[in-house]
């Protein structure tokens, strides 16, 4: 069982940055590989960008390539996203979750923080 705690979330205006954090509980976390999903009002919850457990891979929507970077500290079990240029259609609920090593499905995730960009 991983339990991870998202933070760093608020209100900013289009074209400024933040940054999320998602710390976990497990000692084994370097061995997951993480992500970090999104949900804005009405519609599904949506990929944002996913690292693997060594850090040697980076996977991103195509909505957020190039804006958002996504990062690992193994040694503080955190995970990080770094959110650049962000525009009104990122606003949501931005979930932090990590894939079980037995199935590589995202089985365990946090309980989100919220990320709202105005214009």
């Known amino acids: 069982q991983v339990q991870l705690v998202e933070s760093g979330g608020g209100l900013v205006q289009a074209g400024d940055s933040l940054r999320l954090s998602c710390a976990a509980s497990?000692?084994?976390?370097?061995?997951?590989?993480m992500g970090w999903f999104r949900q804005a009002p009405g519609k599904e919850r949506e990929f944002v960008a996913a690292?693997?457990?060594?850090?040697?891979?980076?996977f991103y929507a195509k909505s957020v390539k190039d804006r958002f970077t996504i990062s690992r500290d193994n040694v503080k079990n955190t995970v990080y996203l770094q959110m650049n240029s962000l525009k009104p259609e990122d606003t949501a609920v931005y979930y932090c979750?990590?894939?079980?090593?037995?199935?590589?499905?995202?089985?365990?995730w946090g309980q989100g923080t919220q990320v709202t960009v105005s214009l």
């Open positions: 979750a990590a894939e079980n090593p037995y199935n590589s499905r995202y089985d365990y």
């Open positions: 497990r000692r084994t976390f370097n061995s997951y590989k």
């Open positions: 690292i693997s457990w060594s850090s040697g891979s980076t």
